[in-house]
């Protein structure tokens, strides 16, 4: 059921993402009166499609491959390598007979839809679902938790944090986050001191290798509904409300800790001591092979003090959260290519299920759907040819030059960035396939 409700909301999330995308291409393609032939939401691989319908010069459908989706423009060469249209004179409403500026606005539509989008996305979660984020007062009040890794470079239990590379936020998510794991300095205060600590820029190379806690703040987890039947909380009795104070005799000191001791004990049985009201119980439960208890948890930070959104900050956050995502998307690439980043940490469509969770949780689906949107956006930016970088690649040439790359070069580019992109889904997919074998069976 977990692997469903994954395989559900990566789903959905694509689909309103993709179709958005081509959305993009297909308005800025009508703007400049060029024929949009097929709009289609997944492949209609080999001709097979669920649902079609036409209106106007356009078919629009649902394919059967869940993958992706497309616009076909007329007088384009496209992923189809559709080359027979190409045969004919050049017709006023095709895509090869405007001029070069327009075929680069119908290119880069869907990009900027899925930067647009990734931006509303985070303004709807911060405003709509997470109303509130701890902030690092709250956190500096007891101290951070850290782990291994973290302990390794210098930080203790307890430390309050003060700045990340020279920035004092208000927020400690913001000292969590990919400026963090691309390294830099921040700076902790210990026992009325500050003190300086140097994070290597190779940290998200360790801490892939650890799957330990980096940095958390304390916390106390709740259940915040009543457990579905058929899991280990509803079969231990728990219900909402209940605060889960230890595991096998271990205190809870935050959700991170929570999950890493189920992580620990899956597949096994675990002691729960819990607070109902003022009652303190203890009962057995069992772990699935995932390390899921089964219930939808509320974390509360103690104290409980927490930074409100108002629409301004809201959309301000928002805007730092998506410029954010597409830097350190592009920083993320360099530093794979330095080594500091390893490869297998690029994740195919079975990776990014596993992001939403084995819950439904809409707070969550709407922040991990902006995250996607905007690795989409800087994804498909790239200068590979088949993606929409790799046409404004050639366009910007003609611009420059005066005259569009030969038909000859941009079919080979086209079958050659195909290649490419094939062989890393491959890669990926497979990657993913075994780290799942690895952590269930090895």
Do not use: C
Not at 325 to 347: F, I, R, S, T, W
Not at 404 to 415: D, F, G, I, N
């Amino acid at each position: 059921m977990t692997g469903l409700i994954m395989a559900g909301q990566l789903i959905l999330a694509l689909a309103i993402l993709v179709t958005f995308h081509e959305l993009g291409h297909y308005l800025a393609a009508r703007a400049f009166g060029i024929k949009v032939e097929k709009f289609y939401l997944f492949f209609d691989a080999w001709g097979k499609k669920l649902f079609s319908f036409k209106k106007g010069d356009t078919e629009y459908g649902i394919g059967w491959l869940p993958i992706g989706g497309y616009v076909k423009i007329a007088g384009m060469i496209d992923e189809s390598v559709d080359t027979e249209q190409l045969k004919t004179e050049p017709q006023p409403w095709e895509f090869r007979s405007k001029p070069a500026w327009q075929r680069f606005i119908v290119m880069i539509g869907g990009i900027v839809m899925n930067l647009i989008l990734g931006f509303l996305f985070y303004v709807l979660v911060l405003k709509g679902y997470e109303k509130n984020f701890v902030t690092i007062d709250t956190v500096n009040q007891d101290g951070i938790l850290v782990g291994e890794l973290a302990h390794n470079l210098g930080f203790r239990d307890g430390d309050k944090l003060v700045s990340l590379n020279g920035n004092e936020y208000e927020r400690f998510v913001d000292f969590v986050t990919y400026e963090a794991v691309f390294g830099g300095e921040m700076v902790i205060e210990r026992e009325g001191e500050q003190k300086k600590i140097e994070i290597p820029g190779n940290l998200f190379k360790q801490l892939s290798r650890s799957k330990g806690l980096f940095i958390d703040s304390k916390s106390q987890v709740f259940l915040k509904e009543d457990p579905k039947e058929g899991g280990g909380a509803f079969d231990a009795g728990l219900q909402k409300g209940d605060r889960i104070t230890s595991i096998n005799d271990t205190v809870v000191q935050s959700f991170t800790h929570f999950t890493k001791m189920l992580k620990a004990n899956k597949g096994g049985e675990i002691s729960i001591d819990y607070l109902r009201g003022e009652a303190s119980s203890n009962v057995k439960a069992s772990i699935d092979t995932n390390g899921i208890l089964g219930f939808k948890p509320k974390i509360a930070r103690y104290p409980d003090s927490r930074m409100k959104y108002t629409l301004g900050s809201a959309i301000s956050y928002s805007w730092k959260e998506s410029w954010e995502a597409v830097y350190y998307n592009a920083l993320g690439l360099v530093k794979m290519a330095q080594g500091d980043v390893p490869v297998k940490e690029v994740k195919s469509v079975i990776g990014m299920a596993e992001f939403f969770g084995g819950t439904w949780d809409w707070g969550w689906f709407w922040r991990m759907t902006a995250m996607i949107s905007l690795a989409l956006a800087f994804m498909n930016a790239l200068p590979i040819p088949a993606l929409d970088g790799g046409h404004m690649m050639f366009l910007t040439y003609e611009m420059i030059v005066g005259k569009p790359a030969p038909e000859r070069v941009l079919l080979v580019a086209q079958y050659i960035g195909m290649g490419i992109l094939l062989t890393l889904m491959a890669l990926t997919m497979g990657n993913d396939i075994w780290q799942i074998i690895k952590s269930k069976f090895l």
